[in-house]
Antibody
Framework: QVQLQESGPGLVKPSQTLSLTCTVS??????????WSWIRQPAGKGLEWIGR???????NYNPSLKSRVTISLDTSRNQFSLMVDSVTAADTAVYYC??????????WGQGTLVTVSS | DIQMTQSPSSLSASVGGRATITCRAS??????LNWYQQKPGKAPNLLIY???SLQDGVPSRFSGSGFNTDFTLTISTLQPEDSATYYC?????????FGGGTKVEIK
């Protein structure tokens, strides 16, 4: 049973960089059939796909965030990470890491709330 | 981007009743449509993939149908534990996009 767990600061100041890590357990992140994604959800609102990375390291990002987002993979630690630059209050959300098979989200982390505030 | 529009935004139905949620895509996506259930404070959970295939472990009272632009999630014989918000998601192309959600209340 593959499990995902997000970690990182819960509070980020405006204009700074949000950084989160997802640790994958119970399976190898290098298994090539999967993509590894980040999805976010502002309080009381819907789901927004941020982007994904393949096991070969190729990335796709949501154009709405593309210029500010970087997703990276660390196979040695079985982790993948998210960075969002120049955050504003609009980036306040629960952030989920996810395991994706052919664009279907097969597994989710429990989510972590990130608040952007001074 | 492919826009996904769900309706209704909320509904209320009785235990043992039936709930029907629709999802419309802004362009044809074939059968590339997934449904998720989300309970408060929890991550979403995959119910239906490929428009009509039931994910392992999901009760058979959940069913999905549709093709191209119009899709439906039906919950027959509603149970109290079906109280949740339901989201559709297109898996046709990136950026992956979700519907706005339908909150189901069980009376």
């Amino acid at each position: 049973q593959v499990q995902l767990q997000e970690s990182g600061p819960g509070l980020v100041k405006p204009s700074q960089t949000l950084s989160l890590t997802c640790t994958v357990s119970g399976g190898s992140i290098s298994r090539s059939i999967y993509y590894w994604s980040w999805i976010r959800q502002p309080a009381g609102k819907g789901l927004e796909w941020i982007g994904r990375i393949s096991t070969s390291g190729s990335t796709n990002y949501n154009p709405s965030l593309k210029s500010r987002v970087t997703i990276s993979l660390d196979t040695s630690r079985n982790q993948f990470s998210l960075m969002v630059d120049s955050v504003t209050a609009a980036d306040t959300a629960v952030y989920y890491c996810a395991r994706v098979l052919e664009a279907t989200v097969m597994g989710w982390g429990q989510g972590t709330l990130v608040t952007v505030s001074s | 981007d492919i826009q996904m529009t769900q309706s209704p935004s909320s509904l209320s139905a009785s235990v043992g009743g039936r709930a029907t949620i629709t999802c419309r895509a802004s362009q044809s996506i074939g059968g590339r449509l997934n449904w998720y259930q989300q309970k408060p404070g929890k991550a979403p959970n995959l119910l239906i993939y490929g428009a009509s295939s039931l994910q392992d472990g999901v009760p058979s009272r959940f069913s999905g149908s549709g093709f191209n632009t119009d899709f439906t999630l039906t919950i027959s014989t509603l149970q109290p534990e079906d109280s949740a918000t339901y989201y559709c998601q297109q898996s046709h192309s990136t950026p992956l996009t979700f519907g706005g959600g339908t909150k189901v209340e069980i009376k």
